[in-house]
């Protein structure tokens, strides 16, 4: 039987004052709206407890198996408002699926598609008005955060037989300060996020706690993110820590990393790829050795690239900086880079028709 996840409603909203100022500058997942989702599973009954609620502290026991073993994961969705009021979700049945995925993976109960999608859908309609106005290309949007966790006390390696699952949402400006601009990456080799058979692919919390000190590497060099090289050695980019990559040749072929399990099928670099040929772009999903990045910049074969996800969109990347030396993209700001940029948010903002299918209404 499907959840519901029905509301109950918080008896001390936010005022609409405290709203706009949050809107005004909001940062990113600094504030958080007024209701939340929480459904919670037991081996012995499956989902149960489906309702939004407001929004509040969880208690957990010292002892909650996601404390000591980190068996959690998480989504990440956008809700836009477009010019008319309307309020729409980004694709979320494509989160749901992965949610699915990543569940599977750490061995946390599946939640069913429809279920996530209805608790993601009740948590923007109840908390509509934190989804920030549009207003003229200021790229403010709703980020929707589902997770799910081990909540159940003991002590010892083995699955849980309780789980939370729970959806929070955080009103949100751009990712990166100072607008669309080039950013610099720091290229690991001292650090690896993932190796064949391990979580990369999927959505889970141990994933960015393991990225962490080579993204501090990265800011100690100056950069603002951090690319990792597969782990086994063999040269291959992966993906940023919280995005994924795109190289853009001087032919116009996209190249990205295929998806060998060690990276995470981004929903933004699966939705850019199908744009792509509307742009009269060729897509190459395949292995890329970091090598054949830093020639092909070098030589000019590689003119623009960028980083992608539901957080920072599209970010243009001006250069990749080693331990031996730095590469500069001719383009630090790719014309191909913005154009598949406007492309994509001009269908999420409603500026253009929603020929794909991806837009949800929520209200
Ligand atoms: C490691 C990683 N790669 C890629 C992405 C991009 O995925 P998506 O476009 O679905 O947000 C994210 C963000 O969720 C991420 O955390």
New binding site residues.
């Given amino acids: 039987m499907s959840l519901s996840f029905p509301l109950t409603r918080t008896s001390s909203p936010r005022t609409a004052e405290d709203i706009a100022a949050i809107h005004a500058d909001p940062g990113f997942g600094d504030y958080f709206t007024d209701h939340m989702a929480l459904a919670s599973w037991s081996k012995d009954e499956g989902w149960t407890d489906d309702k939004v609620v407001p929004y509040a502290p969880f208690t957990l026991d010292p002892a909650a198996g996601v404390l000591h073993y980190a068996q959690e994961i998480f989504?990440?969705?956008k809700a836009f408002r477009h010019a008319d009021g309307s309020v729409w979700l980004f694709r979320p049945e494509?989160?749901a699926q992965?949610f699915v995925n990543s569940a599977r993976r750490l061995m946390l109960p599946e939640l069913p598609v429809d279920d996530f999608v209805t608790a993601c859908l009740n948590v923007v309609e109840a908390d509509a008005r934190w989804v920030p106005p549009s207003v003229g290309g200021d790229e403010k949007s709703l980020y929707v955060r589902p997770f799910e966790f081990a909540s159940e006390a003991f002590l010892g390696v083995r699955s849980a037989l309780k789980v939370q699952f729970a959806v929070i949402a955080s009103p949100v400006g751009p990712y990166f300060d100072g607008g669309v601009q080039g950013i610099d990456i720091w290229v690991t080799d001292r650090y690896s996020?993932a190796g064949i058979g391990g979580t990369?692919a999927a959505?889970c919390g141990g994933?960015?706690a393991s990225?962490l000190i080579a993204q501090y590497e990265g800011y100690e060099h100056g950069c603002s993110q951090v690319i990792f090289l597969e782990a086994s050695g063999s040269d291959r980019v992966q993906?940023?820590?919280?995005?994924?990559v795109v190289f853009v040749t001087k032919d116009d072929v996209l190249v990205t990393p295929e998806l060998d399990g060690t990276?995470?099928?981004?929903?933004?670099?699966?939705?850019l790829l199908e744009l792509a040929p509307g742009f009269g772009l060729r897509v190459e999903q395949r292995a890329v050795p970091a090598q054949e990045v830093f020639d092909g910049i070098t030589s000019g074969e590689i003119v623009e690239a960028f980083s992608?996800?539901?957080?920072a969109v599209i970010t243009p990347i001006a250069s990749f900086k080693t331990e031996t030396g730095d590469y500069h993209l001719a383009q630090p700001v790719g014309e191909r880079t913005v154009q598949l940029r406007d492309g994509l948010i001009d269908i999420q903002y409603g500026r253009v028709e929603d020929t794909h299918g991806w837009m949800r209404r929520v209200c």
């Fill in positions: 989504e990440g969705i494509a989160n992965r996020r990369g959505k994933n960015y990225s993906e940023l820590g919280g995005m994924n990276i995470l099928d981004g929903i933004t670099r699966r939705s992608c996800g539901t957080a």
